[in-house]
């Protein structure tokens, strides 16, 4: 399966990212933990260079905690400021706040030396679906920007004032023109960056199988109720097990189709387990 996707609202959004880009301090760049790697997006580093950047590994309470951790000591390692938050919880509010304001931010400090005082500016990046919005809404204790469970729903900028002195600027989320890895595009689609409506959910289902089955057998084994041993068949016929469990069936035969939005689904909402597909040495970290 090859896949490509880049929406037209896309230009638009990396063109707004860049318009903006002088009037931030501080960049808060979302990763979804489960795909760090995958959710780093070559378009931005052109338009960031220099600004600081906090890394903000959103959506822990789905990833395997001992991947996780690599990758905080990953990021120390290379010296960029990495957190790891569950948004649900409050004191990830606290720690995205406190990470932001421990930012070098030059214009500031040369504000302040005027004796001019402003708030904080960031500004917040990331792939589609990485819960750049959710993070927001929750660190503005309302509901400010719109949120959804589909890639490409923030369509336009949307600048949210705090009390603390901090204003955040929520931006579409952006994927790059063309994959050259389509490992990357793979993952990507996995955790719900890319749309499900651009490829065969067949086989993209099938490609998670197989990824599953090499990292995470035991928990996919328990999901879905199957024996370790069934797990050396092949993708396609455990979608059709799976179809069978769960009763996806047309006229008594198996419905490929409805298994496949199931699977995907339950691996996006974490039913199948704590799930990291990518570890920084896979990648040469």
């Known amino acids: 399966m090859y896949i490509q996707w880049f929406p037209g609202h896309m230009t638009k959004a990396l063109r707004l990212i860049e318009e903006n880009i002088t009037?931030?301090?501080?960049?808060?760049?979302?990763?979804?933990?489960?795909?760090?790697?995958?959710c780093f997006n070559p378009a931005f580093d052109k338009i960031l260079k220099d600004l600081p950047c906090v890394f903000v590994l959103n959506k822990c309470d789905l990833a395997d905690d001992t991947v996780t951790a690599k990758w905080i000591s990953y990021f120390k390692s290379i010296g960029m400021d990495?957190?790891?938050?569950s948004i649900d919880k409050h004191s990830s509010v606290n720690l995205i706040k406190s990470s932001f304001a421990a930012a070098p931010k030059k214009s500031i400090e040369r504000l302040k030396a005027r004796g001019v005082y402003r708030a904080t500016r960031a500004m917040i990046v990331g792939v589609p679906n990485c819960g750049k919005s959710t993070i927001i809404n929750t660190l503005?204790?309302?509901?400010?920007?719109?949120?959804?469970?589909?890639?490409?729903?923030?369509?336009?900028?949307?600048?949210i004032r705090l009390d603390e002195g901090l204003e955040l600027l929520d931006t579409p989320g952006t994927l790059w023109s063309k994959?050259?890895?389509?490992?990357?595009?793979?993952?990507?689609?996995?955790?719900?960056?890319?749309?499900?409506?651009?490829v065969d959910i067949i086989e993209g289902a099938q490609l998670l199988l197989a990824k599953l089955i090499a990292l995470y057998p035991h928990l996919l084994a328990k999901r879905f109720k199957l024996e370790l041993?069934?797990?050396?068949?092949?993708?396609?016929?455990?979608?059709?097990e799976i179809a069978k469990k769960r009763g996806c069936l047309i006229k008594g035969q198996p419905d490929l189709t409805r298994a496949a939005f199931l699977t995907l689904d339950?691996?996006?909402?974490?039913k199948i387990g704590k799930i990291t597909l990518e570890i920084p040495a896979d990648y040469g970290k």
Not at 82 to 85: C, D, E
Not at 229 to 240: D, I, Q, R, V
Not at 266 to 270: A, L, P, T
């Open 179 to 198: 994959f050259e890895d389509q490992n990357i595009a793979q993952n990507l689609l996995f955790i719900g960056s890319i749309s499900d409506a651009v």
């Open 82 to 85: 990495a957190i790891t938050v």
């Open 229 to 240: 041993e069934a797990l050396k068949n092949s993708p396609a016929w455990l979608l059709e």
């Open 140 to 159: 503005s204790g309302k509901k400010s920007t719109l949120v959804g469970d589909k890639p490409g729903v923030t369509k336009g900028k949307q600048w």
């Open 23 to 38: 009037n931030i301090d501080v960049v808060g760049y979302v990763l979804d933990a489960r795909a760090p790697f995958a």
């Open 266 to 270: 339950e691996f996006k909402k974490g």
